[in-house]
């Protein structure tokens, strides 16, 4: 499980995200989905919620994402989760939220766990409690595609970025929905 260079499924289109939404339901013994957004997208994020309630799913909209994650913001998300007790987490947004949903997930899965040590050398044994989904709101990082999370150290002066890197952190399932960008600013969009 913890060698996968790409997600399981790339699926398209409205289509597509229902297609997911009923096909993971048989892989989610407790079908509660978080999805992790921001205010500016949140309208997209209540579509796709949508979608997986008609498939069964509980789900709760957490729309704090921001720009530049910081690390504690990924505590924050993973703390929201730990209460909610999720088997799908679901990104809905730009590079910046899917980085912060790989960050927050493996907070979640590894409660305490510090970003700093993520590798692609050492096997963290994600999956245990949840699956990842992403669905790109702009074009250009490839986050819902990539085994790479960048986050903001801001416990020093000045902030830093760091770089989580790891085969464990690519999505389980991309969903590319074109009405998601076809909204966005020009200045978004590849």
Known sequence: ??????????LTGRIGSKALATSVSFMCERRKAFILTDTVVERHARSVAKDFQEAGFQTTIWNEAAPEPPIA????????MLKFEPDLIIAVGGGSTMDLAKAAWILYELPGYDLR????LLPMGLRKKALLAAYPTTSGTGSEVTWASVLTDDSVSPPVKI????????PDFAVLLPEFTVVMPCSFQA
Do not use: M, N, Q, T
């Open 163 to 170: 770089a989580l890197s790891s085969a464990e952190i690519v």
């Open 73 to 80: 913001l990924a505590g924050k998300c993973a703390d929201a």
């Open 117 to 120: 040590a993520v590798s692609p």
């Open 1 to 10: 499980y913890g060698h996968w260079f790409a997600p399981r499924a790339i």
